[in-house]
């Protein structure tokens, strides 16, 4: 594994532990008569982006590299339609970090990584697209 492939998804594993933690608490900080249906979504999403988390030190961890505890800024607080903003901000973030790893990967010929990142990347792509959907 690269260092260029290990630094981007030491980046990977900082994003989804700071947008899990993200919207847990955007779960729980949600108010006003609109916020059931999102505080039900980022709780779910949450605890997807955990598993993220996982899955992507579980990677580091089988090359012998000690995955980071250390997430990127975490954004709380605002309205409801200031956390669906940052939500989807992050997403979008995430998403453009997973195709630079999805394309270092290729180039290491790592293809267990590439197709693990495929995955997460289309979950990703679903996030944003109900945190947009809810902007609307
Ligand atoms: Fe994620
Ligand atoms: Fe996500």
């Known amino acids: 594994m690269s ?3 290990i630094d981007l998804m030491q980046q990977s594993v900082a994003q989804e532990l700071a947008v899990s933690t993200q919207y847990m608490w ?6 006003g008569l609109d916020s059931p249906p999102f505080r039900d979504m980022v709780k779910k999403i ?3 982006e955990m598993k993220h988390a996982e899955d992507i030190a579980e990677r580091l961890d089988y090359y012998g590299v000690t995955p980071t505890t250390k997430p ?3 954004k709380v607080g605002g309205n409801l339609e200031e956390m ?4 989807l901000a992050a997403e979008k973030e995430t998403i453009s970090l997973y195709h630079k790893v999805i394309d ?3 180039t290491d010929g790592d293809i267990v990584t590439r197709d693990l990142f495929e995955q997460i990347l ?3 792509e679903d996030h944003a697209q109900q945190f947009s959907s809810l902007l609307q």
Request: proline share 0%.
């Open 3 to 5: 260092e260029e492939l």
């Open 26 to 31: 955007h779960h729980v900080m949600g108010k």
């Open 46 to 48: 949450s605890i997807a």
């Open 72 to 74: 990127v800024e975490v």
């Open 84 to 87: 669906i903003a940052d939500d």
């Open 104 to 106: 270092r990967a290729d």
């Open 122 to 124: 289309s979950a990703e």
